[in-house]
């Protein structure tokens, strides 16, 4: 079943600018992945933030977690159009049945 | 490549035709997994396997059939399948908890 949901749905942008978007889950989690998919294509891990870590960084991208109110924000700085791409969040409850949203489509315009 | 190759890319097949695709990883990884992946739907997982042993079946219909002969490869048979099991379908790979998934760059499987 669906465990992440992703807000908002759609999101357009000018190059240049930051775009954020949030995770909401339901049950407590081992740890919180996000993932990008070029249209079609496979996904692509992003950043994985465990449980007990509330923000973590990697290039230009920065993920926070919420454990209290069981949320998680990917925010991307200084987007390209390659960043055009869907954004999924997905949660580990330890038990390998990894389970993704319904995911954010990010449409970077040049 | 992502170290997650997936055969064949395209498929088309009729609801009477048996088929199967094909994964494989030589990433180390202990942990493969099938996911489906139909348009304005979250990835829905289908089966899991874990050193080569199957830990999910996640309620998939008996048409479609894993085989994992190894921890490298991993297969779906297919055989009368309806149209509305055209989708995307996504092979994975993980080191187990903890880790990040590696995915193929999926079968896109078209029912006629």
């Known amino acids: 079943s669906q465990q992440g949901e992703e807000d908002p749905q759609a999101l357009s942008i000018q190059e240049g600018e930051n775009a954020t978007m949030n995770c909401s889950y339901k049950t407590s989690i081992n740890n919180l992945q996000w993932y990008r998919q070029n249209s079609g294509r496979g996904l692509v891990h992003l950043i994985l933030i465990r449980s007990n870590e509330r923000e973590k960084h990697s290039g230009r991208l920065r993920v926070t977690l919420d454990t209290s109110k069981k949320s998680s924000s990917l925010l991307i700085t200084a987007s390209r159009a390659a960043d055009t791409a869907s954004y999924f969040c997905?949660?580990?409850?330890?038990?390998?049945?990894?389970?993704f949203g319904a995911g954010t489509t990010v449409t970077v315009r040049a | 490549e992502t170290g997650v190759t997936q055969t064949p890319r395209h498929l088309v097949m009729g609801m009477t035709n048996k088929k199967s695709l094909k994964c494989e990883q030589h990433l180390g990884h202990n942990a493969m997994y099938w996911y489906k992946q139909s348009a304005k739907k979250p990835l829905e997982l289908m089966f899991v396997?874990?050193?080569?042993?199957?830990?999910e079946n996640n309620s998939v219909p008996s048409r479609f059939s894993p085989e994992c002969p190894n921890s490298s490869h991993l297969f779906l048979h297919l055989h009368t399948l309806q149209p509305e099991d055209s989708a995307l379908y996504l092979c994975?790979?993980?080191?187990?908890?903890?880790?990040?998934?590696?995915f193929g760059s999926g079968t896109r499987l078209t029912v006629v």
């Open positions: 396997y874990s050193l080569e042993e199957r830990v």
């Open positions: 994975a790979s993980s080191q187990g908890h903890n880790y990040g998934y590696t």
């Open positions: 997905a949660t580990d409850l330890n038990d390998y049945k990894l389970s």
